[in-house]
C-alpha cells in the first residue's frame, strides 16, 4: 500500500462547479498535511496547509481527519484557472521530517 | 530572494553516461530533498538530507543513483551509467524542517528534465 494516496483522475469539471479531493496516509505519525498545486511542465508550488479544524482560503477549503487518515480539499466556484494538477502532501517524522506526495489528481475546469 | 536552482534544466545523453544534477537550496534551508516525477510513479522522494547529513535514502532506486551535500549551499544527484528508465523530471526542494513556527513547507526547484536515449 501506498503511504499516500489520492482519488484517481483526471477530474474535468464546468466553471462554476464545485469539486473535492481526498487523500488518505497510512502512518499514523504522520505530522503535518499539506495541499500543492502543480501547473503543467512546472514545478509543485505549495497551496495551502491542512489543520486539524479545517481551515478555508478564499474558495479553497482543507479538512484533516486524523481518525480516518483522511484528507480533503474543497474547490468551490472552479474557475478556469484552477487547472492542474494537486498533490496532497504528508509530512513523516523519520530522523527528521521526510515529506511524501501522492501521485497527484489532474483537474481540467472548461467554459 | 532567490529560490531554489537547479541545473541542467534539461539533460539529453546516452545510456551508460553518467549524469550529474545540482541544487542549490534557498539560504537558511536546513533540510534538502531529491524527488523523481514520472507519469507513471508519480512524484517519489529519493533521498533527504537535514544539516547536510543524509537522514534516508531508502528511494534511491538502486546503487547507480548516488547524492552528497558537501555543505549546506549545494547538493548533487548522480547517476552512473544512465539508463533510458531513469528519464523523469527530477526535482530538488528545500525546507526549514518542522517546528512550532514552521510547518515543513517545501520549495521546489523548477526541475532537471533527463531524457536518456
Known amino acids: 500500500r501506498k503511504e499516500v494516496e489520492q482519488d484517481p483522475g483526471p477530474f474535468n469539471v464546468p466553471e462554476g462547479a464545485t469539486v473535492a479531493f481526498n487523500c488518505t496516509y497510512s502512518?499514523?505519525?504522520?505530522?503535518?498535511f499539506f495541499w500543492y498545486r502543480q501547473d503543467c511542465r512546472k514545478e509543485p508550488k505549495l497551496l495551502m496547509s491542512?489543520?486539524?479544524s479545517g481551515n478555508e482560503d478564499g474558495r479553497f477549503t482543507a479538512q484533516l481527519n486524523r481518525a480516518s487518515q483522511y484528507i480533503s480539499l474543497l474547490i468551490r466556484d472552479s474557475k478556469l484557472s484552477d487547472s492542474a494538477t494537486y498533490l496532497c502532501?504528508?509530512?513523516?517524522?523519520?530522523?527528521?521530517?521526510?515529506?511524501?506526495f501522492g501521485a497527484g489528481t489532474r483537474l481540467f475546469v472548461k467554459a | 530572494d532567490a529560490g531554489v536552482i537547479q541545473s541542467p534544466r534539461h539533460e539529453v545523453t546516452e545510456m551508460g553516461q553518467e549524469v550529474t544534477l545540482r541544487c542549490k537550496p534557498i539560504?537558511?534551508?536546513?533540510?534538502l530533498f531529491w524527488y523523481r516525477q514520472t507519469m507513471m510513479r508519480g512524484l517519489e522522494l529519493l533521498i533527504y538530507f537535514n544539516n547536510n547529513v543524509p537522514i534516508d535514502d531508502s528511494g534511491m532506486p538502486e546503487d547507480r543513483f548516488s547524492a552528497k551535500m558537501p555543505n549546506a549551499s549545494f547538493s548533487t544527484l548522480k547517476i552512473q551509467p544512465s539508463e533510458p528508465r531513469d528519464s523523469a523530471v527530477y526535482f530538488c526542494a528545500t525546507g526549514t524542517g518542522v517546528s512550532n513556527r514552521n510547518t515543513g513547507e517545501l520549495f521546489f526547484g523548477e526541475g532537471s528534465r533527463l531524457t536518456v536515449l
Open positions: 491542512v489543520y486539524s
Open positions: 502532501a504528508v509530512n513523516m517524522r523519520t530522523g527528521g521530517f521526510k515529506t511524501i
Open positions: 539560504s537558511g534551508h536546513n533540510s
Open positions: 502512518n499514523s505519525a504522520s505530522q503535518s
